[in-house]
Each structure stands twice: as structure tokens, then as C-alpha cells.
């Protein structure tokens, strides 16, 4: 089974950024399409990004377009989340999670393997 462990979340001001981290275990990691998610609290969990097999191919919600972008390296077994610009309305616990689907996908279901989560705190 794929174990994901997430790492980069803390305390932030807004405006200010982070680079989330998610490693996978294993020697399948660019079979998985790999995304992030994210909960705030009293919310329900909500797509941020995905990112193809290989990397050559992204998604993001809008919420966060043009200030996040996900990448991966299949050679380190690890998917980023590079988050400029945040925001308070940012702060969640994130989650990066695999799936088998071989297309982008932004449904929380097609997803099979989840990290821990790693809190998101952005202060005004």
C-alpha cells in the first residue's frame, strides 16, 4: 500500500508563501495521478490541484489559480504545492492523495491514498 507522508505546513502572514511536500512510498508513484486537497474547518474537503503521471499536465480550482502550482519529481516519489500569495480564507489542513485514474480528476472518491494532512494557518 502507498503511504504518503505531507510536510511544509505552519503559521503564516497573509501575502506571505509556502511549499507543501507530500512523499510517497513505493516504486509505482508515476502511476498515480496525485492531487491536493484541502478542509477548513466547519467546511467540507475541497479540491485544490492535480497533476498528471508524468507532470505534463495540471488543474487547479479557481479559488487558487494563479497563486498555487503543483509539481512532482517521480524520481524523489514526491508531489509539491507551491502557495504564493495566501490568503486567510487559505487556512485548512491539506492533503495530497493518489489515484488511479489515469486523467486529471477533482473528485475526493477517486482518490485511494491520503496523507496525514498538514495545517494551513494564514493570519490577517
Known amino acids: 500500500q502507498v503511504q504518503l507522508v505531507e510536510s511544509g505546513g505552519g503559521l503564516v502572514q497573509a501575502g506571505d508563501s509556502l511549499r507543501l511536500s507530500c512523499a510517497a512510498s513505493?516504486?509505482?508513484?508515476?502511476?498515480?495521478?496525485m492531487g491536493w486537497f484541502r478542509q477548513a474547518p466547519g467546511k467540507q474537503r475541497e479540491f485544490v490541484a492535480a497533476?498528471?503521471?508524468?507532470?505534463?499536465?495540471?488543474y487547479y480550482a479557481d479559488s487558487v489559480k494563479g497563486r498555487f502550482t503543483i509539481s512532482r519529481d517521480n524520481a524523489k516519489n514526491t508531489v509539491y504545492l507551491q502557495m504564493n500569495a495566501l490568503k486567510p480564507e487559505d487556512t485548512a489542513v491539506y492533503y495530497c492523495?493518489?489515484?488511479?485514474?489515469?486523467?486529471?480528476?477533482?473528485?475526493?472518491?477517486?482518490?485511494?491514498?491520503w496523507g496525514q494532512g498538514t495545517q494551513v494557518t494564514v493570519s490577517t
Open positions: 497533476i498528471s503521471r508524468s507532470g505534463g499536465n495540471t
Open positions: 513505493g516504486r509505482t508513484f508515476s502511476s498515480y495521478t
Open positions: 492523495a493518489a489515484s488511479y485514474s489515469t486523467e486529471i480528476t477533482t473528485t475526493p472518491e477517486q482518490y485511494v491514498y
